[in-house]
């Protein structure tokens, strides 16, 4: 609202707080309180929508930042905002004016999470790539043409792969799943006790399954071990709800899954403009 003093991003004498690779993400749910909302006068609401409509506008104009808005799937929470921008500082900043602003006490928060995008551990080096695929299994001799010529493809590939991993530019799909997640560290099943090749083995069949679900799902994970409650936040990206809960349902399946994974609480939102959010809202 415009009495509420807005707090600046991130004034110029305070250090930058980015990750030395990646950017922070901040996923943010709210309730709202319609009683609140209720003690406005017409003039104040416009105000406040005017006011959210502002800062959205401000924080996708601010460099290498995404602001994804979702009206959420039921009432464990009503509006969720997912945040991507380097700087913690200047997500903290942005964070805390999503809040104030619809007014003091009209967005309550009910969940957030804190995390990173991060490029993956088992991703095949280009040492690994030559001996295993092209040596190993497509009988290429180590500098031949054709050998560098499928090294260069690779190159590329992983170039795209890892900027994606970093630095993702997610589309406006309209289904939003969002769940934290961990590996489990009980007993016989200690992920973190299994040596790297077993690992990476196990994380082989993972993504086999998840490619299966290419064009259909699009999977964000960033990490967030020492950041929040769980190690990593998951973010799917679908065009239909039943692609969630069979990709979901499939890797349960899966012994990364089935023997490794702890989950918390799942969050579905549907990405819409701000006009339409305020409708469906009853703002
Ligand atoms: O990034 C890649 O595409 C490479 C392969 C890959 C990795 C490294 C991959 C592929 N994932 C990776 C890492 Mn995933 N993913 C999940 C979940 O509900 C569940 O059971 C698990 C939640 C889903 C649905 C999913 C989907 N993935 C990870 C990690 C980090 C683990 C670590 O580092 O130890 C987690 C926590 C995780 C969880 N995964 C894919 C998908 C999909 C759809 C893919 C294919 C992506 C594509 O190639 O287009």
């Known amino acids: 609202m415009s009495d509420t003093p807005a707090p600046v991003p991130n004034p110029s004498d305070i250090p930058v707080l980015a990750p030395r690779e990646g950017w922070h993400v ?72 999503i809040t104030l602003s619809l007014g003091p006490d009209i967005l309550n928060p009910v969940y957030s999470y804190l995390s990173i995008t991060e490029r993956s551990e088992y991703t095949p080096t280009r040492e690994e790539h030559a001996a295993e695929v092209l040596i190993g299994q497509k009988g290429l001799a180590e500098g031949s043409p054709e050998f560098e010529t499928a090294l260069k493809e690779f190159d590329t590939r992983m170039a795209h792969y890892t900027k994606f991993r970093l630095y993702p530019a997610l589309p406006d799909w309209p289904v939003i799943c969002f769940y934290p997640m961990s ?18 083995k196990l994380m082989e069949g993972h993504a086999r399954v998840g490619r299966t679900y290419a064009g259909r799902i699009l999977q964000m994970i960033t990490g967030s071990t020492g950041l929040d409650e769980y190690e990593w936040g998951v973010t799917l990206l679908a065009k239909d709800t039943f692609d969630v809960k069979a990709i979901v349902y499939e890797m349960r399946f899966d012994e990364v899954s089935a023997r490794y994974a702890d989950f918390g609480d799942f969050y579905i939102g549907m990405q819409l403009p701000l006009d339409v959010l305020f409708r469906r809202l009853c703002l």
Not at 183 to 200: C, I, Q
Request: hydrophobic residues 40%; aromatic residues 8%; proline residues 4%.
């Open 183 to 200: 590996k489990r560290r009980s007993g016989n099943d200690n992920w973190y006790s299994l040596p790297f090749v077993e690992r990476r």
């Open 26 to 97: 901040l996923h943010l749910f709210y309730q709202i309180d319609h009683a609140q909302w209720a003690c406005l006068t017409d003039e104040e609401k416009r105000q406040a929508k005017v006011g959210l409509t502002e800062l959205v506008s401000e924080i996708r104009a601010t460099p290498d930042t995404q602001l994804l808005l979702l009206a959420m799937a039921s009432p464990k929470s009503d509006l969720g905002f997912i945040l991507l921008t380097p700087d913690l500082q200047t997500a903290n900043a942005y964070e805390k004016q």
